[in-house]
């Protein structure tokens, strides 16, 4: 009801409540007139306007009404009408009971009428059927979404499938919130759907729903979603992996140059579940009394050319991915599994190195070929250590490496490398249940990680002294804790955490430098090409520096650098984020348990925040400590707080 008027501006009360409001007079369409000299009454439900609220529901046309007068209307060809005279028509008068009742009624979501400034008319049959389709569609579509929320609230399995386009937009868009990308806002009514499932609007709560609805795995990992490892190989790389497999037994440019080894009683030592076999180690004793150790490394570049589509993926990749499920690798599975590894009893190509230690350990002397192997054996590493520790009388060969390798790994120690072994845990999937994996530093393990560290300095070495430019690792010095604070420290994981502290991330660069922690002047990772893609670049400068080709110069190989440094640093980021998944899923499996374990130091005291080990982990963990904790303490940890989809771990430590 109109108040007052104020030049542009309406002053009115709406409804029986009478709440103020001030509108534009533009938007003020005037339904009825006060009587002559009547006062402008407070509300409605008063004279003159004495109607109820029932009263005005009441009054409303009815359909069979609606009908007659939209048949009138249309065939007797009516223009606009004014609404007290339409009223007339559908209600039978024009009493303001009516004509409240008769603008309600055509304001709403009717089809009938149209109502614009200069009256009401009919709408044309042939404009009626479309809008009413559309209506139908609407309710249609209403109905779905209202399912759809329905669906949200019971949190049971769904078939996506059976989705309308609307409802699959919102799932792909949960999908995208519970992958932790919010940039695109969440409907007021989808925000609301989630309230009612009991669902807070993050990406925790999501992935809890849609693992509910059978549409987010419990183990998927947001940070792989859409690489190149997720991805997997297309059919057109496929194809060339099936093409270059089928010329892996035949003669090939550069094979009749290679050195035939073959007769070497070689070995391979992996894992078990190790499917890319890409190092291998032979002994040799030589009728002039020297001993030469031989490190044999796959060679993938006999059948992957520079700049080939097989190439440039593996280049995109890095590096082979490692997760709890198993290893995404680097080049299709059918070539790093087959002609790629070093496969026992089979003739293999591979870039051979020898070494020649003097009785310190320094290398006397050193050479490189590509040479045809054949590998006699694959060895687990619990069958080496067992090998080495028994020397059988027909298989010394490896006792006798070990030993060679021993003395070499004491000649690094004398030139300061640091000696950081220690039990490290790991958690697998196994059939989608955690599993814990302990890798001891065994005999064969040190014997193996020795050779693949000899090889990289010789690599290096050889690199220096012919000025070629390779990824060179390095590693600047660092100022250790005083020895006498480190004998007072416990050996093992507690001096090691007080020694890990101090030492400074290692560099990649063209040039050869220094690595601390080593004990090398130079040095370069060379024994893993299947795997890494930097090993791969190291194959293929020597082949230019031995074949007398023209290799890379130190930009090209450093622009290769910074190009393979994304990548891995992406799969690395993905690693730990899996582990730390994992970790989750084993420690929610194990509530109520307690592990002893021990302080290694602080990493945010103010917060209480420390970093402990636990021995039966093998794991250095953080977790809540009390206060005034030093390294060595001995503590008793418990879980407080897991929640693998939330990304959530809580440990607290006590005494």
């Known amino acids: 009801m109109v108040q007052a008027i104020h030049g542009s501006k309406v002053q009115v009360v709406v ?14 369409q005037r339904i009825c007139g006060l009587p002559p000299a009547e006062a402008a009454p407070p509300r409605l439900g008063v004279s003159p306007w004495s109607f109820s609220e029932a009263g005005l529901s009441a009054a409303q046309p009815r359909q069979r009404d609606i009908g007659a007068a939209w048949w009138l209307m249309v065939e007797q060809g009516e223009g606009d009408i004014s609404l007290a005279e339409w009223c007339d028509l559908v209600l039978g008068g024009r009493q303001p009971l009516q004509l409240a009742a008769g603008w309600l009624w055509l304001q709403g979501p009717q089809l009938w009428f149209r109502m614009r400034q200069q009256g009401i008319s009919a709408r044309p049959g042939d404009d009626l059927r479309p809008l009413r389709q559309q209506r ?12 759809w929320h329905g669906l949200l609230r019971q949190r049971q399995p769904i078939d996506a499938g059976a989705l309308g386009p609307r409802q699959r937009e919102e799932l792909e868009l949960l999908r995208r919130w519970a992958g932790e990308d919010t940039d695109t806002a969440l409907p007021t009514e989808l925000h609301r759907a989630l309230q009612a499932a009991h669902c807070t609007a993050d990406s925790g709560g999501i992935r809890h729903l849609l693992v509910d609805l059978g549409q987010w795995s419990r183990h998927h990992l947001p940070s792989l979603s859409r690489s190149c490892w997720e991805l997997g190989f297309s059919a057109d790389l496929e194809a060339e992996a099936e093409r270059l497999a089928s010329l892996a037994d035949g003669e090939l440019p550069g094979d009749a140059l290679r050195v035939d080894l073959c007769s070497q009683q070689g070995v391979t030592i992996d894992d078990d579940d190790t499917l890319d076999v890409d190092d291998g180690l032979a002994l040799e004793h030589r009728a002039d009394g020297r001993t030469r150790i031989w490190v044999h490394v796959a060679d993938p570049g006999r059948l992957v050319p520079p700049g080939s589509p097989l190439d440039l993926e593996a280049r995109r990749r890095g590096t082979s991915l490692y997760l709890a499920r198993g290893t995404l690798p680097m080049f299709p599975p059918l070539l790093s ?19 020649e230690l003097d009785e310190e350990g320094a290398v006397a002397a050193s050479g490189i070929c590509r040479s045809w192997i054949k590998p006699r054996y694959r060895l687990s590493y619990a069958d080496a250590d067992e090998l080495i520790e028994l020397a059988p009388p027909q298989e010394r060969q490896l006792a006798e490496l070990h030993a060679l390798l021993a003395r ?14 220690q039990p490290e845990g790991r958690i697998r999937d196994q059939d989608g249940a955690p599993a814990l994996e302990i890798s001891e530093p065994g005999p064969s393990r040190q014997m193996v990680a020795e050779a693949m560290i000899l090889a990289g300095a010789v690599v290096a070495e050889h690199g220096r002294d012919h000025d070629l430019a390779l990824p060179y690792r390095s590693q600047p010095p660092a100022e250790l ?42 040095y370069v990772q060379a024994t893993s090409p299947i795997r890494r893609y930097g090993d791969l ?24 650098i910074e190009e393979l440094e994304s990548p891995t640093r992406q799969a690395m980021q993905i690693s730990r984020e899996d582990q730390r998944h994992w970790q989750q899923v084993w420690f929610e499996a194990h509530p109520g348990e307690q592990w002893r374990c021990c302080f290694l130091r602080w990493l945010r005291e103010q917060d209480r925040l420390g970093l402990v080990h636990v021995e039966d982990l093998a794991m250095d963990l953080p977790a809540l400590c009390p206060e005034g904790c030093e390294p060595a303490t001995g503590l008793l940890l418990r879980v407080q707080q897991v929640d693998p989809l939330r990304d959530q771990l809580r440990l607290v430590a006590g005494r």
């Open 408 to 421: 070499r790994r004491r000649w690094r120690v004398a030139r300061g490398a640091l000696l950081l072994d």
């Open 537 to 560: 670049v190291v194959q293929r400068q020597l082949e230019a520096q031995l074949q007398g080709g023209v290799p890379l110069d130190a930009d090209a190989v450093l622009g290769l």
């Open 136 to 147: 139908r569609q609407a309710w249609l579509q209403q109905r779905q979404q209202q399912h």
């Open 15 to 28: 409804g029986w409540a009478a709440r103020p409001l001030s509108l534009p007079r533009r938007d003020v």
């Open 337 to 355: 599994h087959g002609p790629f590894s070093l496969r026992a009893g089979r003739r293999c190509p591979a870039w051979s190195l020898w070494v």
């Open 481 to 522: 804790p005083p020895a006498h604070e480190l004998e007072a420290l416990p050996p093992g994981p507690v001096r090691h955490a007080a020694i890990k502290r101090c030492l400074s991330r290692g560099h990649t660069g063209s040039r050869p430098a220094a690595h601390f922690s080593l004990g090398l002047a130079a």
